[in-house]
């Protein structure tokens, strides 16, 4: 039987219904990579929908992960069948662990020939996203479509948000579906749906006791809280009765950058970055722990914040507690974050002002690392870089509202640190999964949320040539991404790793030869240039910022290697 069908159907398939159930729960945009279901699908079946083709399927996960979490909308990702699929998986596992609902569907062999491992190219898709899946179901019947974009759609936007999966066989796919059949209207969750345990309130109310009579409270927010709608009311609370704020990596920007009572991102390296003793600081005095949205996957861990005295944990989220032997809360509290806030805020009117504990030490520690004059001979610090990027972002975004995306290395935890956030999701990066080459296809996404504002992407030499062949994507859409390579020829976190396990390094295995990024970049499409000092980042930067379209500036980089400060990383 032939694979390609004789001529154009001249009646609506299950292509047509796919792409209209999926712009009736709003999405505008499918990221992908097509192959021979093209003669079953040209994504021009339903109006409203663009297709964004990318040069590899884990570029069209990671931009629909990034559009969806910014977006708080689900959207969608394309693969063809096999190897298409296999490539599409990484951007399911980024979306399933960094927690963003999209709907990820690819092609599959024809109905009749589906024998996973024998059949040409044809393997058990429903098999390999089904264990990183919300959802995962293979089409049977053409009419089932409509109904299948449902339920995937409803297990996408459920707490832990996540994707979903649909198989589509290639036939099936360009087959005929009966349109006298009505489907009720689409209905999309306005924000994700969490589990509201009965009693809710009573939990509540010990967590209202213990912040009363709490001297030095700490609201530890994940993402969750930002998904819940519940930043106004942190904010609000937080600043009513001056209780510190840290986040995760990617709940940065839940309050601004420079507020005072924004005591940072943490992450388990930041010791050893700043060899001054950061977690102590910040949590060594806190004798209340508030989890707003608090996530495992998010990378604080608990025996981050117990250190100093003794603490009473709360914890507050939308799911069930699934690591009670990580973290055992004193209280727990299954709610929508957002419905615990202003129950919280409610409830404590009459409560007086806290006292903040002083984390003046460290933030004295930090801005004497961002304000480093020197100039070395083997590169600019990261730091350094960041600080440069912080300055034009703050001259370029109007109050302040702009993106920073990292890609996944070493240089990721200094932007945890030290990358400006005004706005939630305004520091980006694969927190969950830490998807090598996730920053390009990230800025891609966020660039897309945001048109209206400046997009600065730092990728280390590493991660960023593993997936630069996207450059080309960002110059088709001209896109005004503003990327800097922080370039020192090696996989620097790997590098780290072996000085703490051996005290030395093996170059085989983290080394690499040069890469003109320049050059690459240029044979892309993309305007480039190379910095080596702060005036010549700063300048470049600004003129990337000013350009309207792509830009890359490569910047040679070295790092101090310190063995001590990273204990936090084995606990």
């Not at 219904?17 to 097509?34: E, I, K, N, P, S």
């Not at 010990?206 to 912040?211: E, I, K, R, T, W």
């Not at 935890?413 to 305004?426: I, K, M, S």
């Not at 170059?507 to 499409?525: E, I, M, S, W, Y």
Request: include cysteine; charge should be negative; hydrophobic fraction near 40%.
């Amino acid at each position: 039987m032939s694979r390609v069908s004789t001529g154009p159907s001249t009646s609506p398939t299950t292509a047509h219904a796919l792409l209209r159930r999926l712009h009736d729960h709003g999405v505008r945009t499918v990221f992908g990579v097509v192959g021979r279901e093209a003669a079953s699908i040209l994504f021009d079946e339903a109006e409203g929908i663009d297709f964004v083709l990318t040069r590899h399927e884990f570029t069209a996960g990671v931009a629909a992960d990034v559009l969806a979490r910014i977006t708080g909308r689900p959207q969608a990702c394309w693969a063809t069948l096999g190897p298409g699929m296999t490539n599409l998986s990484t951007g399911v596992a980024t979306s399933i662990l960094d927690r963003s609902p999209v709907i990820a569907l690819a092609a599959q062999s024809e109905s009749h020939d589906i024998f996973p491992n024998d059949t040409h190219q044809c393997l058990d898709s429903v098999a390999v996203m089904d264990p990183m899946t919300k959802y995962s179901v293979e089409l049977q019947r053409p009419d089932d479509i409509t109904d299948l974009v449902d339920s995937a759609m409803t297990a996408a936007m459920t707490e832990p948000v996540g994707p979903s999966f649909i198989s589509l066989p290639v036939d099936l796919l360009g087959g005929a579906i009966d349109t006298s059949v009505e489907h009720p209207p689409a209905r999309t969750p306005a924000k994700p749906i969490g589990a509201v345990e009965a009693g809710w309130e009573q939990a509540a109310d010990q967590a209202v006791d213990l912040l009363r009579s709490a001297q030095h409270p700490v609201l530890v927010v994940g993402a969750a809280a930002i998904r819940s709608g519940a930043v106004p009311t942190i904010r609000a609370l937080a600043e009513r009765l001056q209780i510190p704020v840290i986040t995760t990596y990617i709940a940065k920007g839940v309050l601004p950058h420079g507020h005072e009572l924004n005591y940072g991102a943490v992450t388990g390296y930041m010791d050893g970055i700043l060899s001054f003793p950061a977690l102590e600081t910040l949590f060594g005095p806190a004798d209340v722990i508030l989890t707003i949205g608090y996530d495992y996957a998010e990378d604080l861990r608990p025996s981050m914040w117990k250190r100093g005295g003794e603490k009473t944990t709360v914890r507050v989220s939308p799911t069930a507690n699934p690591i009670p032997r990580v973290y055992r809360p004193d209280v727990d509290i299954v709610t929508d974050v957002q419905m615990f806030m202003e129950y919280l805020d409610s409830r404590t009117a009459d409560v007086a002002a806290k006292t903040p504990h002083d984390i003046t030490p460290l933030r004295e520690r930090i801005g004497e690392f961002l304000a480093d004059p020197d100039q070395y001979d083997d590169g600019m610090r990261v730091h350094q870089v960041i600080d440069c990027m912080n300055t034009v972002m703050e001259e370029t975004a109007e109050s302040g509202e702009g993106t920073i995306v990292s890609d996944i290395g070493f240089f990721r935890h200094y932007g945890v640190l030290f990358a400006r956030a005004d706005q939630p999701f305004g520091f980006l990066t694969s927190a969950g999964c830490s998807s090598f080459g996730y920053g390009l296809p990230a800025a891609i996404g966020a660039q897309l949320a945001r048109p209206g504002q400046p997009t600065f992407l730092i990728a280390g030499d590493g991660g960023f040539h593993s997936n630069s062949a996207d450059l080309e994507t960002i110059a088709r859409l001209n896109l005004p991404i503003v990327t800097v390579v922080v370039n020192n020829d090696t996989n620097g976190l790997i590098e780290l790793y072996q000085n703490l396990g051996h005290h030395r390094s093996f170059d085989p295995a983290v080394k690499f030869t040069g890469v003109d990024f320049v050059a690459l970049a240029r044979a892309n499409g993309v305007e480039a240039i190379k910095a080596g000092t702060r005036e010549e980042l700063l300048a470049a930067l600004r003129k990337g910022a000013g350009l309207g379209r792509p830009f890359v500036v490569e910047v040679p980089v070295n790092y101090d290697f310190q063995a001590g400060g990273f204990g936090a990383l084995s606990i």
